[in-house]
């Protein structure tokens, strides 16, 4: 009987049963039925099980001959294999394994540290703007200082998405997390020094290093998806990544109003209030870096897909940044995608910087409703994102599913920018809802979009020049709409967002889709694979060296 290849554990000796659950895929099944990929060196291929009886499991491991040894767990990995019926081994594309994946338990805790430290980040852009009238009275300073406090977040992410892409390359998942986590924490903690009305200068410098903080979180969700997650279920953890942050902006527009309240009078308050506000946002912000420091891990012991399966065991010497970029602004669907999502996204970052403004000039005195406004559209937005999600992991759709948002995206915009002085503030609830739901919902499509017309290529470069673009086009849609609604209305500032939209519209139609991903998890290949690369852990290498030791004993 073949060996079997664990990758980061024992290898099973010939003759025996393959260990902690784990039977050999039959070389009679269709080779249809298999995503098998060229690998070097001796592999059996093992696939994941969906929904198999624990009977079928205990049949199966009866016609190995004997009872299964468990292995030692690491990481808690938890496997689930396919069924299997008679044969002893699986033999890939010329008598190659099928690369071995396994879906492991540990993915959900790495994705809920993330999603919740980067809430606490989305936190700190917005809880300025939604009171700036409140700030602008504390500090002394004019409305566009507090823009600023906004669009530093875009400012700093445009010169660093380049090194924090190369760092999470090069250095990897985990170390990207803790950067992004610690700056965020650290710049928590400077704002708590800032509860003077002189000190403006120190509340920027802490919002300063939330901004770098953001440079190393906002990439990393379908950098997370792929490397955690099945095929069946990539695109809702991209999407819950992402909602992690738009639950911040929630919160950001919920709490701040609430936290501190206007009162202008009595300057002692204020700044009680200030500072209640940026102690518990530091308090959670350390919390949460504990726990990314104890419990964030760099990758799962076993890939979770074939695509993933194919990029750890390709070579990666050939890898280069450089030639990673230039092959991405080579990529002309990609170049189009880049351009879209900067236009919605950074519209989206217009409307909630401005959100404040635009409400208090047709309905004066309504700091906290200017709030749940906000928390409207971005609540809205977390469930178009889930059901985005779900719904690109059922159907694959992802040009149809891209366009249709954008356009209902686009109707939103319309829609609120008409209706926004009419005088019933709950139209402006109902319509921003509408506008949430359709706008923050894009935000996930687009980063798994770029995955799969982008790969082999590393997602955070992706997702990291997706960002830098949203960026942009946000500081430049603030300052313009910022400066249309002070000169000639909001409604002059929303009609000019509408019509980059509509720009984005034709953009998004001419996009071409080649599911390159997808296909390889599906089985067709073309051959022209290249890994990116990541750091090992020394115990990952040891365990590689004891699995080539063992090998070499076993073909002896």
């Not at 001959?65 to 002893?88: C, I, K, S, V």
């Not at 700044?271 to 104890?294: D, H, P, Q, R």
């Not at 602004?329 to 635009?358: C, D, E, H, R």
């Not at 609604?485 to 998004?508: E, R, V």
């Amino acid at each position: 009987m073949a060996q079997l290849d664990d990758e980061e554990g024992a290898a099973v000796a010939p003759g025996h049963p393959p260990a902690n659950g784990y039977l050999l895929v039959p070389g009679g099944e269709p080779l249809g039925k298999l995503s098998a990929e060229p690998q070097n060196g001796l592999k059996a291929g093992c696939l994941t099980l969906n929904g198999v009886s624990p009977d079928s499991l205990a049949a199966a491991a009866q016609s190995l001959g004997g009872p299964q040894t468990p292995l030692a767990p690491e990481e808690e990995t938890q496997t689930r294999l396919l069924p299997t019926g008679p044969g002893e081994e699986t033999a890939g594309a010329e008598g190659s394994r099928v690369p071995q994946t396994a879906l492991s338990a540990r993915r959900f805790v790495v994705l809920l540290i993330f999603s919740l430290y980067s809430l606490v980040n989305a936190f700190q852009w917005i809880q300025y703007s939604i009171i700036s009238n409140v700030f602008e009275g504390f500090y002394g300073v004019s409305s566009l200082h507090i823009d600023w406090l906004s669009m530093v977040y875009m400012l700093a992410y445009v010169p660093l998405i380049f090194p924090a892409t190369w760092l999470l390359d090069t250095r990897g998942l985990r170390l990207t997390a803790l950067l992004g986590s610690g700056l965020n924490c650290l710049g928590a903690w400077i704002k708590c020094a800032s509860v003077q009305q002189h000190l403006f200068w120190v509340t920027m410098l802490g919002q300063c290093l939330c901004s770098v903080a953001q440079v190393f979180i906002l990439g990393l969700p379908s950098r997370i998806a792929s490397v955690w997650f099945g095929p069946k279920e990539v695109s809702t953890a991209c999407a819950t990544g992402v909602l992690g942050n738009q639950l911040g902006t929630a919160v950001g527009f919920l709490l701040p109003p609430v936290l501190v309240p206007n009162t202008q009078n009595d300057t002692d308050l204020l700044a009680c209030n200030i500072s209640t506000m940026f102690y518990g946002t530091s308090s959670i912000a350390t919390f949460l870096c504990l726990l990314t420091v104890i419990a964030f891990k760099e990758k799962p012991q076993y890939p979770p897909s074939q695509a993933q399966a194919v990029l750890q065991k390709s070579p990666c010497a050939e890898y280069s940044y450089k030639k990673s970029i230039r092959n991405l602004f080579k990529n002309i669907p990609f170049v189009l995608l880049l351009i879209t999502y900067g236009i919605i996204t950074g519209a989206f970052y217009s409307v909630s910087t401005l959100l404040n403004q635009m409400i208090l000039t047709y309905y004066k005195g309504e700091e906290i409703n200017a709030g749940r406004i906000g928390l409207t559209l971005v609540v809205a937005g977390m469930v178009g994102s889930i059901l985005c999600g779900l719904w690109l992991d059922h159907t694959k759709t992802y040009k149809q599913t891209t366009l249709i948002v954008y356009i209902l995206s686009f109707l939103g915009m319309v829609v609120f920018t008409f209706t926004l002085d009419l005088g019933y503030i709950i139209i402006v609830f109902v319509t921003g809802g509408i506008l949430g739901f359709f706008m923050t919902g894009y935000l996930p499509l687009g980063f798994e979009f770029a995955v799969e017309i982008t790969y082999p290529e590393s997602e955070g470069t992706s997702s990291g020049l997706l960002n830098a673009s949203a960026q942009i086009f946000g500081i430049l849609f603030t300052l313009a709409q910022g400066k249309l609604t002070s000169d000639y209305g909001p409604k002059a500032g929303n009609i000019f967002l509408c019509i980059w939209m509509f720009l984005g519209i034709i953009l998004t139609a001419l996009i071409k889709s080649d599911l390159k991903r997808h296909n390889i998890n599906i089985g067709i290949t073309n051959g022209d694979i290249k890994a990116v690369p990541v750091e090992e852990s020394p115990t990952d290498q040891e365990s590689k060296t004891m699995m080539m030791s063992k090998q070499s004993e076993s073909a002896i």
